[in-house]
């Protein structure tokens, strides 16, 4: 199995909920990583967990909260977002975070922010 | 930033004719990757070039790199419309960190 699967596909959510995104591989990687892509841009990395620990945080607001309950898996739980917070949001991964590593990407979660 | 810079920033061809796009960069990398992504999809790697080496063939696919320049080059060659994506190059840095260039936008017209 050589997938990255995310879930939703599609979120919409207000501004005061509470949700969460979903990453999950069983390709025994064991580097996860979380990117933010707005349209017509590259995508920016957020996190980046390396044997379930938080390795990485590029300065993200405290409203995205990360979480790697095991090596599988990887969450990212949104709570208060802005509007400019929508965005196609990627997760990754790799064999481990080194160097030379090729990652793989899931489809995404497009995510709007009313 | 250390975000790479490509160019063009869209490019439109001919089925079979050759692709070529380039991105600069501008500290010391370990490696250089290519992604493809469709439409606001997920991205999907093509080619990985590592730092001591100068070329690198994949099917259709070929990446130079010149360090000394910061820049690499990926060619499509005989392009297909089944071609036509956003292609990206990301900067590998210690730790596995990676940072995307600005994009291509490739069109192939059947």
């Known amino acids: 199995d050589t997938e990255v699967t995310q879930t939703p596909k599609h979120l919409v959510m207000g501004m005061t909920n509470k949700k969460s995104l979903k990453c999950e591989q069983h390709m025994g990687h064991r580097a996860m990583y979380w990117y933010k892509q707005k349209a017509k841009k590259p995508p920016e990395l957020m996190f980046v967990y390396s044997y379930e620990k938080l390795s990485i945080n590029e300065s993200v607001p405290s409203r995205f909260s990360p979480e790697c309950p095991n090596s599988s898996l990887l969450n990212l739980h949104l709570h208060a977002l802005q509007p400019e917070d929508s965005a196609l949001y990627l997760c990754?991964?790799?064999?481990?975070?080194?160097?030379?590593?090729?990652?793989?990407f899931g489809p995404g979660t497009r995510l709007t922010v009313l | 930033s250390q975000q790479g810079e490509e160019d063009p920033q869209a490019l439109s061809i001919q089925e079979g004719e050759n692709a070529t796009m380039n991105c600069s960069y501008k500290?010391?990398?370990?490696?250089l990757q290519w992604y493809r992504q469709n439409s606001g999809r997920g991205l999907v790697h093509l080619i990985l070039i590592r730092s001591n080496e100068r070329e690198k063939h994949s099917g259709r696919l070929r990446v130079t790199l010149d360090t000394s320049k910061k820049s690499s080059s990926l060619l499509i060659t005989a392009s297909r419309a089944a071609d036509t994506a956003s292609y990206f190059c990301?900067?590998?840095?210690?730790?596995?960190?990676?940072?995307f260039g600005s994009g291509t936008k490739l069109n192939v017209k059947p």
């Open positions: 500290t010391s990398i370990n490696n």
């Open positions: 990754a991964s790799s064999q481990v975070m080194g160097k030379n590593n090729e990652q793989f």
């Open positions: 990301a900067t590998g840095y210690n730790f596995n960190k990676f940072y």
